[in-house]
C-alpha cells in the first residue's frame, strides 16, 4: 500500500508514544519513515544544564525505542518546533541527502500550564505560557510545512496528519482549558492547509481526534486512570486504541486516497456522547 513512500514522523518520545504505533504500521504497510525526536540542537543557546539534561535523556530514550521498534536503520534526526533554525536546517539536510516525503505526521503537543495532572484555570494562563503552547501544538504544523515545501522534500500529492483531541470542540470531564485553544487552532490550520495545499500541489491535510491515552508521556503526565475508566464507558466501542489511529493515519496516508480537510475522530465514539 505505501511502496516506495517516505514519511517523516515526529513527537516519538519512546515505544509508547502514538506516532511509534503511526511509524510501525507504516513500515507494516511496506513504506519507509525517518523520525524525528526533541534533543540538544546546534541552535539551542543559553540552555540550563537542568534543561540540557532532560533534552539529552529525551533524545537517547527516543533513540534507544527507534532502534528496538524500528531498527538500527532508520534515520533519527533532532528537531525542536520552537527552533526556526532548526526546522529549516532539518528540510534542508533532507533535501542535500536526497530524501523526499510523501507526508508527515505531527505528533507534538507541549503545555506547561498542566502540572501533576493539575490544570491551571484559563484566567491565570500568561501570555508566555498561552503563546509557547500554541508554538509549539499548533503553529509548528504550519512551519514544518513550510520549509519541506520550501527545499522541495514534500512531494506532490502528499499527506499530512495531526492528532488532536475532542477538547478542541468541547469542554469534557476532564478540560485542558489551555491546550484545548491549541488544539483547536492546530484542527483550524490543518482546514486551512488542506484549501491552500490542496490546489497548490495536490497536497492533503487532516486531522484525528483520538481518544485519552495513558501510556505515553504525555498522557502519564495530564490524565488520571478514572478518566482513561470514564471516557471508556462514555465511548460506545470503548476508548480506541493506538493501533485504531495508526490504522487510520496509514489510511489517509495512502496516496490513492482523496479526503483533505477532514477532522476525524477515532475515538469509540466518545464525541456522540460526550
Ligand atoms: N495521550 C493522549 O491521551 C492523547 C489524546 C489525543 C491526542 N493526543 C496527541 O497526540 C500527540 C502525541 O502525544 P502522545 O500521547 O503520543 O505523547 P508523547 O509524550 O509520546 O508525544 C508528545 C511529543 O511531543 C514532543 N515535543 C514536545 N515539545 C516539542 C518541541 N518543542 N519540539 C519537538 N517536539 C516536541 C515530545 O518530545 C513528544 O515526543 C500530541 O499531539 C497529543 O496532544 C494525545
Request: charged share 25%; aromatic share 6%.
Amino acid at each position: 500500500m505505501l511502496q516506495n513512500k517516505t514519511f517523516l514522523i515526529t513527537g516519538i518520545a519512546d515505544n509508547r508514544s502514538l506516532a511509534m504505533y503511526v511509524a510501525k504500521e507504516i513500515i507494516k504497510q511496506g513504506g519507509k519513515v525517518v523520525c524525528t525526536g526533541l534533543g540538544v540542537s546546534a541552535f539551542h543557546s543559553n540552555l540550563s544544564d537542568r534543561a540540557k539534561a532532560f533534552l539529552n535523556t529525551n533524545f537517547e530514550d527516543f533513540k534507544a525505542s527507534i532502534k528496538t521498534e524500528l531498527g538500527d536503520t532508520t534515520r533519527v534526526d533532532i528537531l525542536d518546533v520552537t527552533l526556526e533554525e532548526n526546522m529549516e536546517d532539518l528540510a534542508r539536510n533532507y533535501e542535500k541527502d536526497g530524501i523526499r516525503l510523501h507526508g508527515f505526521l505531527h505528533a507534538i503537543a507541549m503545555d506547561k500550564t498542566i502540572r501533576k495532572k493539575e490544570v491551571k484555570p484559563l484566567l491565570e494562563v500568561t501570555r508566555d505560557e498561552f503563546c509557547d503552547t500554541m508554538d509549539v501544538s499548533a503553529y509548528s504544523l504550519i512551519r514544518i510545512a513550510h520549509y519541506l515545501l520550501k527545499y522541495n522534500v514534500l512531494q506532490p500529492g502528499s499527506s499530512i496528519c495531526s492528532i488532536s483531541y475532542i477538547a478542541a470542540s468541547k469542554v469534557t470531564f476532564h478540560p485542558y482549558r489551555n491546550m484545548s485553544i491549541a488544539k483547536a487552532a492546530l484542527e483550524r490550520i490543518s482546514v486551512e492547509l488542506a484549501d491552500e495545499l490542496g490546489r497548490k500541489n495536490g497536497t492533503r491535510v487532516n486531522a484525528i481526534r483520538f481518544s485519552t491515552y495513558m501510556g505515553s508521556k504525555a498522557g502519564t503526565a495530564t490524565l488520571n486512570q478514572s478518566d482513561v475508566d470514564i471516557s471508556d464507558r462514555m465511548s460506545p466501542l470503548g476508548n480506541a486504541h493506538p493501533q485504531d489511529l495508526a490504522t487510520e493515519v496509514v489510511h489517509l496516508f495512502r496516496p490513492d486516497v482523496r479526503i483533505t480537510g477532514e477532522i476525524r475522530h477515532v475515538d469509540g465514539g466518545y464525541h456522540i456522547t460526550g
